[in-house]
C-alpha cells in the first residue's frame, strides 16, 4: 500500500486540513484515492473528520466503512476503552482493513488521531499504528511558540518505533493577529537538527480548499 500517514504533534493542529488538500490534490492530478480515519473519537453522532477525508477523495462509504474504531466521546481510545466503552483491538488487523479499502486507490491517505503518543490501549500508541502501516509519515505541528520541542519530540517518538518522518508541516493555525515572532525562525531551527527531513510552511488560510497549493507541495516533497 502507498501513501501518507498524517500524525501530529497534537490535536486540532491542522491534520484533517491537510490530508483533505492532500487528497485533493493527488485526485487533481489523476490519482485514485482512499482517504481514511481509522480511529475517530468524538463521534458525535458523525465521524466528521472521515467523512471530510472521504469527500475529498470522492468515496463517501469510506466514512461509515465496518472495522474501523468509532467512540462517542472526545477521549483517546485507551481512556474510552477504561471507562468501558470500546477497545481498538489489533493493530494488525486495523491495518488489514484500511489495505481492503483502499485496494483499488493508487494512494492511501491516513489521518491519525491527536498526536504520536496517543494511547491506543495499555501498551499501544499512535506510533505504533503508524509503524504497523509503513506508509510515509507526516508531521502537522502549529507553528507557533513551542513548536520546536513538540516537533523534535515527536520525531524522537516515531524514530523509537524505527518509523522514519519524510515530511512536517508547519502549520499557520492560529489568527494573524497574535503576534509571534517565533513563527519565521521556527522551519530554520528545525532544518538545522533535522536536516534530512523535508519543512513545510502553511499560510493561514480559510478553507482547507485554500490549503491545496501547499499539499502540491506536499506531493511534489512525497513523491507520490
Ligand atoms: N492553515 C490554517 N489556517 C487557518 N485555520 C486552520 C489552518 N489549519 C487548521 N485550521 C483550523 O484549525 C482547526 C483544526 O484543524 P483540523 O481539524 O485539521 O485539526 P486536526 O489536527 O485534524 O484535529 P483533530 O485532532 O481533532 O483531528 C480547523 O477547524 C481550522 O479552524
Ligand atoms: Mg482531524
Redesign the pocket.
Known amino acids: 500500500m502507498k501513501g501518507a500517514f498524517i500524525t ?1 504533534t ?11 488538500a492532500l487528497s485533493t490534490a493527488c485526485v487533481q492530478r489523476g490519482k485514485r484515492v482512499a482517504a481514511i480515519k481509522p480511529i475517530e473519537t ?1 463521534v458525535d453522532p458523525d465521524a466528521r ?1 472521515a467523512i471530510e477525508l472521504a469527500r475529498a477523495c470522492g468515496n463517501e462509504s469510506l466514512a461509515t466503512a465496518d472495522g474501523l474504531y468509532r467512540a462517542k466521546e472526545p477521549l483517546a481510545p485507551y481512556a474510552i476503552e477504561k471507562r468501558g466503552g470500546p477497545s481498538v483491538g489489533s493493530l494488525r488487523a486495523m491495518t488489514k482493513r484500511i489495505r481492503e479499502l483502499a485496494k483499488d486507490a493508487d494512494y492511501t491517505i491516513v ?1 491519525g ?2 498526536g504520536v503518543l496517543v494511547p491506543l490501549d495499555r501498551e499501544r500508541t499512535i506510533a505504533d499504528l503508524a509503524a504497523q502501516l509503513d506508509l510515509q509519515t507526516v508531521i ?1 505541528a502549529r507553528n507557533a511558540l513551542g513548536v520546536l520541542s513538540y516537533t523534535l519530540t515527536a520525531v524522537e517518538a516515531l524514530r523509537k518505533r524505527k518509523v522514519s518522518v519524510r515530511a512536517i508541516v508547519l ?3 492560529d489568527r494573524k493577529r497574535r503576534d509571534d515572532m517565533s513563527r519565521t525562525s521556527n522551519a530554520d531551527v528545525l532544518a538545522d537538527y533535522l536536516p534530512r527531513i523535508p519543512i513545510l510552511r ?5 478553507t ?1 480548499g ?2 491545496v497549493d501547499a499539499a502540491t507541495q506536499l506531493y511534489n516533497t512525497l513523491k507520490i
Open positions: 501530529a497534537g490535536t486540532g493542529v491542522g491534520k484533517t486540513w491537510l490530508a483533505t468524538g473528520d489521518e488521531v491527536g502537522v502549520n499557520h493555525v502553511v499560510p493561514r488560510v480559510q482547507p485554500d490549503m
